[in-house]
């Protein structure tokens, strides 16, 4: 038996006929909760594993409750693909209407749940004026950490969110074009949580990039580094006795990683909840000297 192997490119080219995007399904964060109140038993972080679990939760029912969202104009999502520019991205269209009452609306939901501390650290949100909000989502938008209130970060998070999946759900894929920055999600520009092994249908055992914002994903092969497409001394790290289905990919020429979740080793797997309750490996990838090149926004600033 004759084995042919092909180069990044190649490989490439023969996917040519694969789903390049994915867009969000209808029960994203439904889905999501479900996978995260599994994940809390017996987790030294279990606590915060289902605190997160019912705000994807009130996510959901943000989803389903919030009006028709209203796509880009056509001749907006044409140019923008022939450009190869993300659609949705957060410079073109700035905060989406009704952002803040669906910040204000999750924290409602959430709050009853909470210890004293945690529905004291919140109470900003429901407390503070617009432009206060206004200026927590671009910092977080923007990736200025520095500027954040980590406590209110996790719901503004999913605010917008829930605004962002909406819009993406409005979308073909063949109205947008692969990213000019593969590490970038084509849809709205954000960077990836994380990235998954897809099982079943078309995307059976391919790899797609999972958006921090809109909840898009992309393809991208598994030879390289889905950060700056290097190909060489890739290695791939797990806990001992930890999740088995979530590995840390690094790479020694942008000393980046980022983890992929395989769901071949569990279906249930979710790129967002499980890279959230593997953050130990975060820590090790650390210390190791490696950065990562995607964020999620619940990880980043612990417990609300």
Known sequence: ?????????????????????????????????????????????????????????AQQECLEA???????????????REHQMPPLSPAGLGLPDGWRDTARQLTRTVLPSLPATGQAA???????????????ALHLLDGNIQGLDAAVAPIVGAALQVHWTRLARQLEPAQVARPEHPNLCPVCGAHPVSSVVRIGGAENGLRYL??????????????KCSNCDNTRGIAHYHLEGGNKAVQAESCPACQSYLKIVQQEKDPLADPVADDLATLTLNLLMDEAGFAPSGINWCLIHGHP
């Open 210 to 223: 999972h958006c921090a914002l809109c909840s898009a994903e992309w393809h991208v092969v598994r030879a």
């Open 66 to 80: 919030g009006p028709a969202a209203e796509p880009p104009a056509s001749e907006r999502l044409a140019r923008c």
């Open 1 to 57: 038996m004759t084995t042919t192997l092909l180069q990044p490119g190649e490989i490439e080219a023969a996917a040519g006929s694969i789903p390049g995007l994915l867009l969000p399904p209808a029960d994203l964060f439904l889905s999501r909760a479900r996978r995260l109140e599994q994940l809390a038993e017996g987790h030294p972080i279990g606590d915060y594993l289902r605190f997160v679990g019912r705000l994807a939760r």
């Open 122 to 136: 919140l109470g900003s949100v429901l407390e503070k004026p617009d432009a206060w909000l206004d200026e927590q």
